[in-house]
């Protein structure tokens, strides 16, 4: 199976911060990469397929790179509505589908 | 509205059996594959089950295959999860989610890319005596 493995695990920032979450994957998983935020008691929101393409609605503060076992997701600008916690999703060898551990973004 | 509804969930004992159900509504759900997603409490999100659109193919996580069913009505635009031989780890909130499938083009080659692009709210599972 493939490990999914975020960092860090929780990030302190502020409103107006660019923030950066990695994940990195156990092997490579081209572009196959998917990234979900969730807020506490909702469901997971889908934020990005293929590493860098923003899913239809979601603000183009959000954006996503990287290639084979290295990614990012990048929110240049931290709104209020951003804290949550964050997870990258594996799609490359299923079954079964990987998610990483999550990244809880908190307010400084 | 696209939207996914989960009901089912409750408290079991250990050893006992549920059935969740997703209600689809606002899509063509015969056109999607589709997915249970579990998360227990404070943890992080685990992928349990998917089945395609002709229900010809159905994948389960190791923690749960051979106890998990999971089943679709493209007449009722329901899925299914049959739970049985149910243990305290499988304490959670149950997610259905749609499979969505882009198509990306490069140069040569077309390229598909899957991601769960719409969730119900959840329903929740708990196992206890």
């Known amino acids: 199976d493939i490990q999914m493995t975020q960092s860090p695990s929780s990030l302190s920032a502020s409103v107006g911060d660019r923030v950066t979450i990695t994940c990195r994957a156990s092997?490579?998983?081209?572009?196959?990469l998917n990234w979900y935020q969730q807020k506490p008691g909702k469901a997971p929101k889908l934020l990005i397929y293929?590493?860098?393409s923003l899913q239809s609605g979601v603000p183009s503060r959000f954006s996503g790179s990287g290639s084979g076992t290295d990614f990012t997701l990048t929110i240049s600008s931290l709104q209020p509505e951003d804290f949550a916690t964050y997870y990258c999703?594996?799609?490359?060898?299923?079954?079964?589908?990987?998610f990483g551990q999550g990244t809880r973004l908190e307010f400084k | 509205d696209v939207q996914l509804v989960e009901s089912g969930g409750n408290l079991v004992q250990p050893g006992g059996s549920l059935r969740l159900s997703c209600a689809a509504s606002g899509f063509t759900f015969s056109n999607y594959s589709m997915h249970w997603v579990r998360q227990a409490p404070g943890k992080g999100l685990e992928w349990v089950s998917y089945?395609?659109?002709?229900?010809?193919?159905?994948y389960y996580a190791d923690s749960v295959k051979g106890r998990f069913t999971i089943s679709r009505d493209s007449a009722t635009n329901s899925l299914y999860l049959q739970m049985n031989s149910l243990r305290a780890e499988d304490t959670a909130v149950y997610y259905c989610?749609?499979?969505?499938?882009?198509?990306?083009?490069?140069?040569?080659?077309?390229?598909?890319?899957?991601?769960?692009?719409?969730w119900g709210q959840g329903t929740t599972v708990t196992v206890s005596s």
């Open positions: 293929a590493a860098s």
């Open positions: 092997q490579s998983i081209s572009n196959y």
């Open positions: 989610a749609r499979n969505s499938r882009w198509v990306i083009t490069g140069t040569t080659f077309y390229y598909y890319y899957y991601g769960m692009d719409v």
């Open positions: 999703q594996q799609s490359y060898i299923t079954p079964p589908i990987t």
């Open positions: 089945i395609s659109v002709n229900i010809s193919t159905a």
